[in-house]
């Protein structure tokens, strides 16, 4: 009898462990990883796209997302990473706004055990170890593309010199520095280049819009022959200016954005823009691949770059691989 019971009891037992066992299981099931993730804001419909790519990467690999948009504030990425420290999570994962003022919060990230991802924009710190991997585009290389063909079509037009204007990103973040930079590189020794304003259009469609009025007023509509707009959004702001002054978009002046949205190939397309450098906003699902071998303890490679190219008047634009997201 008392074997009996023992029996029983050892039974209980084995099924208890193999039941809790079971329970701590879900580490090795993905619904069980939490994704804080900070978006910095809707600005353009790049940043919209991403937003959806992240959502979807994340489903489709079935980890929860938890998701805080900042609206455009640094101060309100700063609390959302504090909250995800706070609730746990497994990684962090975050698009900086700018690429200073993030040193405290990683390291309270750090000190907390979480790892953090960075999505679409670096960090300047003196500490790599603040994050694990970066996921984003070559921002160099996109400006350098921009540069690139501007030699291209100057050489090609004969022109003996053009003067530049520069409606930039958000003032000091990843892809305004790189973009501004790897355009600078290309065209900076050649003398029949001049950049005779660079102004801030915040990445922002209206204020895209903004800059154009500005720029024209500046430079009168005969003073200016190429803009260079960091981004697409920019860009139709740009556009909706000329068309109002009758200014021919892509020809009277030049016209060479950053992104590759629908808007901005159909108008490459119409011959409205000249040159569109690429950006794909679809880094969600190599987000989540980056996710996936963090938490099974695999080693991530620190920088991680998609491949990227440039669409421009000088390719067939009846090719279907010219479009855009
Ligand atoms: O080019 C712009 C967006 O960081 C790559 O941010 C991103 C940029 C993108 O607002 O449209």
């Known amino acids: ?28 099931d993905n619904a069980s990883i939490v994704v804080g993730f900070s978006q910095l804001g809707s600005e353009s419909s790049w940043r919209i796209a991403n937003t959806v790519s992240m959502e ?15 609206n455009q504030k640094q101060e309100k990425q700063i609390d959302a990473i ?24 990683l390291t309270e990230a750090k000190q907390a055990g979480i790892p953090v991802i960075l999505m ?8 790599d170890s603040l994050y694990t991997a970066y996921i984003g585009a070559d921002f160099y290389a996109e400006g350098q593309r921009a540069g690139e063909y501007l030699v291209r079509k100057a050489d090609a037009l004969g022109a003996e010199h053009l003067r530049i ?21 290309v065209i900076s020794g050649d003398p029949r280049f001049t950049v005779i304003d660079s102004v801030d259009g915040d990445f922002l469609r ?68 000249n040159c569109v450098v ?6 969600g699902p190599a987000v989540m691949d980056l996710v996936r071998d963090l938490t099974a303890g695999k080693e991530l490679p620190k920088v991680n770059h998609p491949d990227e190219g440039a669409f421009s008047d000088f ?8 479009e855009g997201f």
């Not at 979807?56 to 900042?70: C, I, R």
């Not at 679409?120 to 500490?127: A, F, S």
């Not at 204007?165 to 355009?183: L, N, V, Y």
């Open 1 to 28: 009898m008392r074997r009996g019971i023992a029996l029983g009891l050892i039974l209980i037992l084995l099924l208890g462990l193999s039941g809790c066992a079971g329970k701590q299981e879900p580490a090795a």
């Open 56 to 70: 979807q990467a994340a489903k489709e690999a079935g980890f929860s997302l938890m998701m805080e948009n900042a």
């Open 82 to 105: 504090r909250s995800f420290i706070a609730y746990r999570v497994d990684v962090i994962v975050f698009s900086p706004i700018v690429e200073t003022g993030w040193d405290n919060v």
């Open 120 to 127: 679409d924009r670096m960090i300047e710190t003196q500490d």
């Open 165 to 185: 204007a520069e409606i930039h990103g958000t003032t000091d973040s990843t892809p305004m520095r790189d973009r501004q930079k790897g355009f600078m590189d």
């Open 206 to 273: 209206s204020k895209g819009e903004e800059c154009a009025q500005q720029l024209l007023k500046q430079h009168g509509t005969e003073g200016i022959d190429v803009i260079y707009s960091h981004n697409d959004s920019m860009m139709l702001g740009v556009l909706d200016v000329l068309d109002k002054k009758k200014i021919q978009p892509g020809k009277d002046i030049l016209l060479i954005t950053v992104d590759g949205e629908k808007d901005a190939v159909d108008a490459l397309k119409a011959g409205r823009i």
């Open 278 to 283: 690429q950006c794909t906003p679809d880094l």
């Open 315 to 322: 390719d067939n634009l009846n090719d279907p691989a010219v």
